[in-house]
T-cell receptor, first 111, second 116 residues
Framework: DAKTTQPPSMDCAEGRAANLPCNHS???????VYWYRQIHSQGPQYIIH???NNETNEMASLIITEDRKSSTLILPHATLRDTAVYYC????????????FGTGTSLTVIP | EPEVTQTPSHQVTQMGQEVILRCVPI?????FYWYRQILGQKVEFLVS????????KSEIFDDQFSVERPDGSNFTLKIRSTKLEDSAMYFC??????????????FGNGTRLTVT
């Protein structure tokens, strides 16, 4: 699996967009980028994933650079409930490899 | 939206005792997983399970651990003789299939195991 690098912590003002970066410079052609988050004391929650095209769902948008070496998760209007640890994981699809969680980015949304 | 449910939410046990952690995966899912998270540390993979057998396991999943799907709905993790270092949050997860493009893992909210 490609190694991912994320800043350890970020702050964001409530109502503003939260942009969480992830570097995955060793990603291979078939590795998807997945984002999960973990709100305190809860299980990891799936947010979004993508291969090379930008993706959007009801929770967030995922922007992947053209060279696929980095990506950004965007929460368009952050709320206090978005305060959590956000994990970026690169993983080939349809394999036996399991999700390995790193230390992620601790996002704090400030009122 | 369907959820993975885990019981109990908190389990306290004495060192050396056996514990069984229970999970009800999402009903049409076929792959099942256990992860754990020691307080303040990363979420760690323990084991995956498909078609009534273990697909993969980590080095953490030693002979003290076992998993079972005793019926059509439950998925259990047993720790035969608990140690202090087994104290952690244990998360169950499930996915519809192994192709994560269409089926990411969905996690329960965990069982907090405290070994005294």
């Amino acid at each position: 699996d490609a190694k991912t690098t994320q800043p350890p912590s970020m702050d964001c003002a409530e109502g503003r967009a939260a942009n969480l970066p992830c570097n995955h410079s060793t990603i291979s052609g078939n590795e998807y980028v997945y984002w999960y988050r973990q709100i305190h004391s809860q299980g990891p929650q799936y947010i979004i994933h993508g291969l090379k095209n930008n993706e959007t769902n009801e929770m967030a948008s995922l922007i992947i650079t053209e060279d696929r070496k980095s990506s950004t998760l965007i929460l368009p209007h952050a709320t206090l409930r978005d305060t959590a640890v956000y994990y970026c994981i690169a993983l080939p699809p349809n394999t036996g490899n399991q999700f390995y969680f790193g230390t992620g980015t601790s996002l704090t949304v400030i009122p | 939206e369907p959820e993975v449910t885990q019981t109990p939410s908190h389990q306290v046990t004495q060192m050396g005792q056996e514990v069984i952690l229970r999970c009800v995966p999402i009903s049409n899912h076929l792959y099942f997983y256990w992860y754990r998270q020691i307080l303040g540390q990363k979420v760690e993979f323990l084991v995956s399970f498909y078609n009534n057998e273990i697909s993969e396991k980590s080095e953490i999943f030693d002979d003290q651990f076992s998993v079972e799907r005793p019926d059509g709905s439950n998925f259990t993790l047993k720790i035969r003789s608990t140690k202090l270092e087994d104290s952690a949050m244990y998360f169950c997860a499930s996915s519809a299939n192994r192709n994560r493009q269409s089926s990411p893992l969905h996690f329960g909210n965990g069982t907090r195991l405290t070994v005294t």
